[in-house]
């Protein structure tokens, strides 16, 4: 059973933890990360997830989602997942996350990067990943639409094409 560390709504680390699952008490936040892998091209790698997954089963989603785990670092968190989901080894070093979307019970850090990513090299499937493939932003979009695409908002997959090869929100 995964153990994520609880932060506050500034969050400062509350020094608490909490299972995956748990109830969470009022005040209580935890880390959540994506990871958006395009290509050259302005492809995103997208995955579809195994049938087995509690929720959205079957669907496809960006490149890589998941919850740190009690001890990691946003960072930490994205490489592990990346590595768990696709096989790929990925070293963040010191990237920030491109942006963090606060939701009920957390922060959920994006981080976006153009990798040349060969898919006949990434280790799919997983036990989490069906399969993956390259998206561009309509294909994605007409995904969510069409219903097999977790059901992100529209905006939101825009924003993760327009950011992934600037920080910011001020255009350079």
């Avoid at 709504?9 to 994506?34: L, S």
């Avoid at 087995?52 to 890589?64: A, F, Q, S």
């Avoid at 059901?151 to 920080?167: A, G, K, Q, T, W």
Wanted: proline share 4%.
């Amino acid at each position: 059973m995964e153990t994520w560390d609880v932060y506050d709504k500034d969050r400062n680390p509350t020094g608490k933890r909490m299972k995956r699952g748990d109830a969470f008490e009022q005040g209580a936040y935890h880390v959540v990360i994506h990871v958006c892998l395009f290509n050259p091209r302005g492809e995103m790698l997208i995955q579809q997830r195994q049938p087995e997954k509690e929720h959205w089963k079957n669907m496809w989603d960006v490149t890589v989602g998941g919850s740190a785990i009690a001890g990691e670092t946003s960072q930490q968190a994205a490489e592990r997942e990346v590595k768990e989901e696709i096989g790929y080894d990925l070293n963040l070093g010191n990237i920030r996350p491109s942006l963090t979307v606060n939701f009920e019970n957390g922060f959920d850090d994006y981080y976006l990067l153009e990798s040349d990513v060969s898919i006949a090299a990434l280790k799919v499937p997983t036990e989490e990943v069906m399969q993956v493939r390259w998206g561009s932003q309509r294909e994605i979009l007409g995904m969510i639409e069409e219903g097999t695409f977790i059901p992100y908002r529209p905006s939101l997959i825009e924003v993760l094409f327009d950011l992934r090869n600037d920080m910011g929100a001020v255009r350079k």
